[in-house]
């Protein structure tokens, strides 16, 4: 039975009977520290990593309803020549919010919303290094994205598309606050990707259950812990490009006025630093939950874990050598494109490899086709199919046929949609039973899987015909004379891709309806075992949804793939050494349970971290509408700095309610 | 290869041990949580740096019809402050050690003394930047200004807020209300001033010394 | 079926194991029917003639780039077949069918390698003629013939610089028009390509890759065509609200063809003969020709009219509309100046007639006047520009395209008269 107290500052009174009343600390003199620990104040104010998870994956997931929209709107407008159904202006703001937000506010947020939830999980931690820093970086991600969308309805949206080159998006060829909003909005969500890169990684590598090397790490924990480090040296960059932005647009800094002498390549080199690495933020985590389902559903470790690990490490590092690629067209000399073509076709050499890997893995192994497994699958397939058409790109010749049309609109959906959505449905299936104590329903999850995927592949399989057949992309309209001869011609395929979209529409609609029915109250055939897949990593060691604190006690690690080891053991028979299952994940708990660590301190709540965070839109206001406004935001933004500083990361005792007089106290929890 | 186990009974916190609880962690590479996170920081900001130094260096010859760094540069003075800079960085070195020897009344001094010399610097630069939009260097005068101007005004505000932590330190060192390791939080903003000077070096050499 | 948590009930992969082996059986035939359709309608897909095909080279750079991209396309494919045949098979062959737990191999280094090093291979290859291919388009040693290439809001300036190449004799005096850029065939052409505003891309997919406009910059191309006809192109490169509707066409005319043209590009200003035509002169003179140039005009006093559209203009430019109907497109080359039937006839002529039909250039019977006039009365309306009088404050002014006129149906058939004798 473990106790989890709330630390004591209060000195033992000697001698005195009744416990004297120490007044709660208070922030600014005003406030009671938040303490609940139930309610809505409960989420507002929480630290707690499994929280802030799941508060990231349904911000993220409303984004990504946004995003969706927006794309089966430009789909619609595609749907026939000259079609009339979004206006030019419209459509430029359609196509740029699309891309804004799958990347910024749904993408990215998943992937933190998942790393967050599951890394101290799979590496037997209590919580991430700083959980302060944690709750900053979903506030401010929240309401950078909220503040992104603002721009709708003050003025319109960004309409310079995602990639926002210059100087088409300066005030002079922009003039509405669109791109103000956008260049704001991603700076302040950029803070939150920084903040949570910085945390994951001191995370990963300071605080591993005892035993735990490296090599000993789930894979998923390796590609997190890769793409954290992507994150922490590329967006700085693209923060760079931001400030230049904003200041150029609202204070007049010259760097982007051709006039005065700019060259516009300068704004593409810094974005592309930045939006190279970028992509491979994207997909790794992708990576990493492969070779978490792949092994377990197929019943065999990881093929090559250390190279699957090493070729991670490459990727990320090679990536940062590769951005011109995106800049073909541009105007490098012949020199810069030789280069960055060679570049870009070695980063596809360790990228094969995993596919290798995870292909050998399932070589010989005994494979479940859940609806993980299946998503995970359709990820591979998909992203092979990206990767080859990227491979084509790295040609650069033929690279000034496909870039800027739908061939490249094809190649980074199969790998950004097909890829690491699709990685990331197939972790909610995975990993739903962890966090809910329910499982999705199998066969909701498997239309589910094959509506996304079959609208996928009609809706960006055609496209890349479309675009080397000459259809560039960012065009509101394409007409009829340019769409060739024959049944088949791009005007069919323009068609098709629209219908398929709204299948993919379709499918994630069952999801949702899959995520309702598994959660009705009535549904008990819903509620999961606590390890409903024999998996084979730590975080499956825990009670279902796992308790506040994690572990009751942290496990030693002395392999990997540790949970597994402690299930099975090879067992001599007349046929050769066999693996036989010799404990259950309910046991193990139960293990745990009776060996609890006496004291276990959490961190507490915390008022600064939403209030911090909430400054920042209050500064961006400032900055588009009113510099009075933007200062009053940078004075409170300095108060909440100081308040955060200040306070301890515990509460001290005086911050709870006092003890009752009678029976055993409230606060204190008792677990097991 | 943990050669020391990690202690994961309570979670890392963020700069403040919980109360109470006074063990030192050790963890596998021996670097505090905080520390580490401070080095990543720094890590990220120098790609900010390197991006703001960039766009100087293709930049620094265009100023149009405005003045140009032959016209404005003072070097005497502007080594005097990267001097005085450079000397700060020597004060909080002292500082650290002797927050680590528990001298609290010294630590304060030589903190005090650190954001003293830092703020003779910022003063500087002030002084530096009014003279030049005097003689027509202005934020929006050209490619040139706005580069010159964003990249030390970054600098410049690095300072500021290392400033403003020094002097909060002095505070909380004095109300002791630094719990736990004291040493180390001193020792971090250590770290982010040493990395502002550093930076500050390559910012006087490529932006000053090197002529156009 | 419930769960009980303490019981040892195994997991739900075992409980699975007999109802969903049918499933799976019919999961992976249904992948595999799946994976065959897609590769059918794929290999089905294709359009005939695409006007902007990558496919249909019809000039040396882009047959160079197709020859490097076919064979890269093809090993792909391959691949990718190799891939999932091979995935296939793997999902077939190792299904749960109850068997025990398999071996746990952790590895195979020599199998690693040995499998990297088929791709590393690969590589190499095709980055040897890659890099040759990227050298050889980029020459600009060998060229004969220069054209120097505008792009701003939303059209294309083609200027004919003087120079020793492009018809026989030479250049004498510079040529400038817009939207349709004829060059003569069998040419090494090279295109110094420039930008007025923000960064265009000029792509004309037959003929080769494209290259991005940039302000500030100049950045040449290799243009060639191989035989006389017309080569659709497009804006490639995000330039704002009518980046869809920026156009060009490259014209091949053969080495006759192209002189004759240029001699008429450059034939001296014909004051119009038909009243109408006059009134619509006068027309001309007193709305449009503040912006668009036409050589010759002559204001009432005797003296030359010179376009002046860096006082209306953000971008500083306008079509040259001296001879306009020598073009069969207008307004960025998004719209025809010449009806279906006329443009069918030019667009599909072989190779023998096409000169002669292109050098006839628009007459009254082929023009695709609603087209035009639509565009004279309202152009905004047609084409989404920044013109609105009541909102040019961030440009100080200036429109960012053709605005409205405010012209009555009256004045635009003048006008129209007097266009048509643009020739």
Redesign the interface.
Known sequence: MAIIERPSATPATAGAGAPTFVPPSQAMGIFHRPVATTGWKSWLFTVDHKKIGIMYGVAAFAFFLVGGLEALLIRTQLAAPDNTVLSAGLYNQMFTMHGTTMIFLFVMPMISALANYFIPLQIGARDVAFPRFNALSFWCFLFGGIFLNTSWFLGGAADGGWFMYQPNASNLFSPSHGVDFWALGVQITGIASLTGAINLIVTIINMRAPGMTLWKMPMYTWMILVTQFLLVFAVPVISVALFLLTFQRSFGGQFFNVDAGADPLLWQHLFWIFGHPEVYILIMPSFGIASEIIPVFSRKPLFGYKVMALSGAVIAFVGFGVWAHHMFASGLGPVSVAVFSASTMIIAIPTGVKIINWTLTMWGGKIRYTAAMIFILGMIVQFVIGGLSGVTHAVSPSDTQQTDTYYIVAHFHYVIFGGAVFGIFAAFYFWWPKMFGRMLDERLGKWNFWLMAIGMNLTFGPMHMIGLQGQPRRMVVWPSKLTGDGLFNLGFWNRVASVGSYMIGIGVIVFLVNIYRTHRKSNTASLAPLDPWDARSLEWMTANPPKDHNFDAIPTVHELDEFFHRKYEEVDTEHGPKLVKTTTAEALLAEQEANADEHIHMPSPSYWPILLAFTLPVISYGIIFSIPLAALGGALLLVCAFGWALEPSTAPESDFDPPAEAGPSKELEHVG | MADVAVHTDHAAPDGHAAVGHAAMHTTIPGLSNNKLGMWLFLGSDCLLFGGLISVYMLYRGRNGTGPGPDALWDIPLTSVSSFVLLMSSLTMVLAVSAAHRDEDAKAQTWLSVTALLGSTFVGAQVYEFTSFYHEGLGYTTSLFSSSFYSLTGFHGVHVTVGVIMLLTLVAMVSKNKIPGQKAEAIEMVGLYWHFVDVVWIVIFTLVYLIPT | ???H??????????M?SSR?SV??RS??R?AAL?GLG?LG??L????????????QPAGEN?R??DN??RP??WI??V??VI??I??GY??VR???RG???????????S??LG??MI??LI?VG??VP??A???D??KTSDTECVVNVTGQ?WWWEFDYPVQEGCVSGGIKQPIVTSGQMPIPTGTKVLLKIESR???H?F?V?KL?????S????T?TLRMEVDEPGIF?G????????????MRMEVVGLNQADFDTWATNQLEPYEAPTDPLALTGEATYAAQCSRCHQVDGLKKDDGSLIVSQPELYV?SGAAPNLTNLMTRNTFAGATWDLLTPACRDKVWNASPEEFGALYLKGVTRECLNEAELRDWIRDAPNKK?MYTDPT?LE??DGKV?GMPALGLNDDQITELIAYLLERK
């Open positions: 079926m419930s769960f948590r303490n019981e040892q009930v195994g997991t739900v992969q075992d699975h969903s499933a799976r999961t992976s249904r799946a897609m309608l794929f089905a897909g294709c359009a005939k003639d695409a006007p902007q095909d990558t496919f882009a160079t780039i490097l991209q890269v396309f792909a494919g691949i990718g891939v999932f091979l995935m793997i999902m190792y299904r749960d068997q025990s737990l398999p071996e746990q191999t952790h590895g195979k280094m199998l690693e499998l990297t791709p590393t590589m095709i980055a890659t890099m291919t990227i050298f388009l980029a809001q505003d923000v960064i891309s792509w997919p080769n890759g494209k290259k991005d940039v302000p500030g910059r950045h659709s497009q804006c490639a490169e995000f330039c704002g609200l009518s980046h869809a509707r953000v989404p909102k961030p440009s960012r």
